[in-house]
């Protein structure tokens, strides 16, 4: 059974529709990437999962159990954790307080602390700047709190946005090695990228979406010797 | 330095008592007249309701107009209860007091029945609440009355009387509280979903509702004593200084736990980043409910001190003009500071209703609303953080959070 399965969703934005049908699913362990242009309706399967919207049609599954009317906060407690894109961090809170809010729905406190000396191995980085202001980190660190704030929730399965947006390549890179780390720890990822190079080299399956709908779908490796993926997403052929 | 810290509650304390004792022994010697004991209450009161406002806007960060409509709930909701019982009726007593805790008990039995069922709507969960607030109180009026009515006079009439007063009117405070807080949670369902400036529109416009409801209660509502436009006369003066410190004191430390707790850190997380909030699992309806509901409850509070010691009660003193005194308070003294929005509300009503009333010539209440947008305009320009700006009385400060203490006592062991 896939622990994340998508059945025929349909999500509109008032009278536009943005998703037209798509299914996937993803197995655990994995690291599944759904790759497409801007307003490919990338961000909106995102976030319909996460309980952030609602969809006029469809199933969403998480481990067997069906998830599409539950809200936001019921998702996360079942360990299904979203790093939103653009980050979105609570810029006034410091960089420790920012990582307990994510372990907010947790009430193991010997847990949590674990999963605090985890990150910190993950991003040494942060531990560096515990007291500063998430707000006043640079882009890259802030990206790392994210997805560091997302781990507090010690996610099954992590959806990560974007990820890579606005970071200069040596970043990109850096966050993205993190991401084949938390999945060999056996965080099951569904990643969303524009950057389709990057998202490939890192994912196991892929998905190509196209205005609403999921046009390609394979390996990794066959989507990146895909011509049609080439010309489209990787910069020509 | 963290020894003299140590026990800030201590100090709170000590100070509350303090102050509480200075203003008793000034009024019993009668070196503060009715004049100043009437501003003293009124700042109390007023406070109450910016706490309430600062809560809702400062810390929950939803813009809100509708404090005056909740402060006048309160008001007439207690001015009622006392009201009918020194006129020999209990039926404000009974019907308050017991159709506040019946709603209660049926809003625990509907969050339960609700939450078996996922994606409920809005409205059904809206059309749920309020119809199990019109039956408990259809309960308490149609069954609890005709049967507890005769029984509550008898027993509250063996008490001596001045006890007897006590009782009702603290019956009186709850019931105006709780009412505020009734209206609010059952507004709020709806209201609170829209975003903050939507929010801000439906609070001004429950305001003016409320205003036109007060104007003909005698036509529109069956409440002919509250006399409508005329103003409601006639209401027991029972506020006395314990009273009001003691609710005032309540109100403080309430909200102070409240913030302290980690039902403060989602309000406070729903103000910096709804979206975040809920992506950390925050039950983001629920961090703007309770604020919402706490800071009318204060409103509410305020209201029935307020109308127990003025013992006259107008529609007009809660039109929606008004209900941009707590706003300029909130934001003079610091929007999300505690410490800013007490001093800035006794200052302003110390100020504005007790100095300049005396001192200036008597047109100077019609250029008000010339003079506060300005002063309003400047401190934006100038001070946009509040008079007061970050700073907390200890008491009220946050405390440390467990990790930072614990990397705190590291560096000082090395300084030792």
Known sequence: MSILEIKDLYVSYGAIRALHGISFHVEEGEIVTLIGANGAGKSTTLRTISGLLRPDRGEILYDGEEITRLGGDAIVRRRLIQVPEGRRIFAPLTVLENLEMGAFTRDDKREVQASMEWVFELFPRLKERLEQAGGTLSGGEQQMLAVARALMAKPRVLLMDEPSMGLAPILVEEIFEVIEEINEQGVTILLVEQNAQMALSVAHRGYVLETGSIQLEGLSAELARNPQVREAYLGGG | ?416
């Open chain 2, 1 to 416: 330095m963290l020894k003299r810290l140590k026990n800030p509650t201590g100090y709170f304390i000590l100070g509350g008592l303090a102050i509480f004792l200075v203003v008793q022994i000034l009024l019993s010697a009668g070196i503060l007249n009715n004049f100043w004991r009437g501003i003293i209450f009124w700042g109390a009161a007023i406070t109450m309701v910016t706490l309430g406002l600062n809560l809702i806007f400062g810390f929950n960060g939803q813009f809100s107009l509708g404090q005056y409509g909740f402060y006048a709930i309160g008001a007439y909701g207690a001015a009622d209860v006392t009201y009918r019982w020194v006129h020999e009726d209990p039926s404000g007593v009974v019907v308050v007091f017991f159709g506040l805790w019946l709603s209660l008990l049926l809003y625990a039995l509907v969050s339960v029945l609700l939450r078996r069922f996922y994606g409920i709507t809005v409205m059904t969960k809206f059309t749920a609440y309020l119809l199990a607030t019109i039956l408990a109180f259809w309960v308490a009026v149609k069954v609890l009355l005709p049967v507890l009515g005769p029984v509550t006079m008898t027993l509250l009439g063996a008490l001596p009387e001045a006890v007897s007063q006590q009782i009702v009117f603290f019956i009186a405070l709850l019931g105006g509280a709780g009412l505020a807080g009734i209206v609010s949670f059952i507004f709020g369902i709806p209201v609170l979903e829209l975003g903050s400036d939507y929010f801000g529109i439906a609070t001004l416009s429950f305001t003016i509702i409320i205003k036109v409801l007060l104007d003909n209660t005698d036509t529109l509502l069956p409440f002919p004593e509250m006399k409508g436009a005329r103003g409601m006369i006639g209401i027991p003066q029972w506020t006395t200084w314990p009273w009001v410190f003691g609710t005032f004191m309540l109100v403080v430390v309430v909200m102070r736990n409240l913030l302290h707790s980690s039902s403060g850190r989602t309000i406070l997380a729903v103000r910096e980043d709804e979206r975040a909030a809920e992506l950390v699992g925050i039950d983001v309806n629920w961090a703007k409910i309770l604020p919402f509901v706490m800071g009318s409850i204060f409103a509410g509070l305020a209201g029935g001190i307020r109308a127990h010691d003025m013992a006259f009660l107008h529609p007009q003193s809660f039109n929606f003009i008004q209900s941009f005194n707590p706003l300029i308070i909130v934001v003079f003294g610091g929007l999300g500071s505690m410490t800013g929005t007490i001093l800035t509300g006794f200052i302003w009503i110390f100020l504005l209703e007790g100095l300049l009333r005396l001192y200036l010539p008597s047109g100077f209440e019609t250029w008000r609303f010339v003079v506060y947008p300005l002063i309003l305009l400047l401190m934006m320009l100038l001070r946009s953080e509040g008079l007061f700006g970050e700073y907390e009385l200890p008491f009220l400060r946050r405390s440390a959070l467990p990790l930072r203490r614990k990397v705190a006592s590291e560096e000082s062991e090395e300084v030792a």
